[in-house]
């Protein structure tokens, strides 16, 4: 029941405070601007939608989750706070990439660092470890902010990583994670009503980073070997999405010899707008991608199939994202 008012709390506190800052981003002239190119929305879109899902989404979390055990979630939620007003930094005066990504690892190593002081173990590792670790949270960061350039889809491919998450949450018992993941559900589906096409508001650069460090902290509160001893390759498996997303932008930049930040109309959502799709139908085609990567990291996870078929499963995967976007 819990878990239902959390929902609801959160759903409520972002719903009715996304027209607000609608209304507070056309006052503040704070759009993002149409450019026919990479950007092809027809109208000044607003931005400051990350605001309402943050606000929301902590607010529900904090009233509803136990206050004795909210000192484990303090390092990520100190990540998100950090993300959420960098991105907006970079949307109200445009950074530079050099600045954003040293201001990303700054929040990261913020993160880890209040992470030790806590009693947690992401800095008890050996310095590969570490580095490793740094990377995850970068990769996932931009992997999200990248894949921000179509109405919902950063919210939806977000929703179905969080709901996927619960059930591993379940196995580990982290009723705690629970909470913090139904809060997060709410504030986006709520959000998703004024960010389904055509969209009224955008999460924008503040909304997309503190996802995408929010999601790649979560994997780690989790014990994925409790069943499988490799389970620990799932959060690679359940952000396929993203992932591909952000390897196929350095692939395709690269061979055009243009830098991996510099914007281009090379997501694969815009390779399936140019084959003549909706932006519903390539909405309804990621969910159907997660939900199939949430199923096979479910069955690897329960060793309902082994590594060799998940290996060639991911395989096939890749291969069929490859050929029906780009052929």
């Known amino acids: 029941m819990v878990f ?32 026919g190119r990479l950007k092809q929305h027809h109208n000044a879109i607003p931005y400051l939608g990350g605001a309402a899902v943050f606000v929301g989404f902590v607010f529900s979390f904090i009233f509803f989750s136990d206050h004795n055990l909210w000192a484990l979630m303090a390092p990520v939620l100190l990540l998100a706070i950090l993300l959420l007003f960098l991105g907006l930094w970079d949307d109200l005066y445009i950074l530079s990439p050099k600045i954003k990504l040293l201001g990303q690892l700054v929040a990261v190593s913020l993160c880890l660092y209040v992470n030790f002081l806590l009693g947690g173990d992401l800095c008890n590792r050996t310095i590969i470890e570490m580095l490793l670790i740094v990377l995850w949270f970068l990769t996932v960061i931009n992997a999200f902010n990248l894949i921000d350039v179509m109405d919902g889809l950063t919210s939806i491919v977000a929703i179905m990583f969080c709901a996927t998450l619960i059930f591993f949450a379940l196995s580990n018992q982290n009723y705690f994670l629970i909470t913090l993941l139904i809060s997060l559900i709410g504030a986006l589906a709520a959000f998703l009503f004024y960010n389904f096409p055509p969209a009224k508001i955008y999460l924008g650069d503040s909304g997309s980073l503190m996802l995408g460090g929010l999601i790649a902290y979560l994997p780690f509160t989790i014990n994925w070997t409790i069943y499988n001893q490799f389970g620990f390759i799932l959060p690679i498996v359940l952000l396929g999405v993203p992932l591909l997303e952000l390897a196929g932008l350095i692939i395709i930049r690269s061979y055009k010899h243009l830098p991996i930040y510099l914007g281009s109309p090379d997501h694969f959502s815009h390779y399936l707008q140019k084959k003549g799709w909706s932006r519903k139908q390539i909405l309804g085609f990621t969910v159907c991608c997660a939900s199939l990567l949430a199923t096979v990291s479910v069955s690897f996870f329960l060793n309902i199939i082994n590594l060799k078929s998940l290996i060639l499963l991911g395989t096939v995967f890749n291969l069929g994202w490859g050929w029906l976007i780009f052929f």
Not at 6 to 26: G, Q, S
């Open 4 to 35: 239902i008012f959390a929902f609801i709390l959160a759903f409520i506190i972002t719903f009715l405070m996304t027209p607000v800052l609608i209304y507070l981003a056309k006052t503040w002239r704070i759009f993002d601007l149409p450019d």
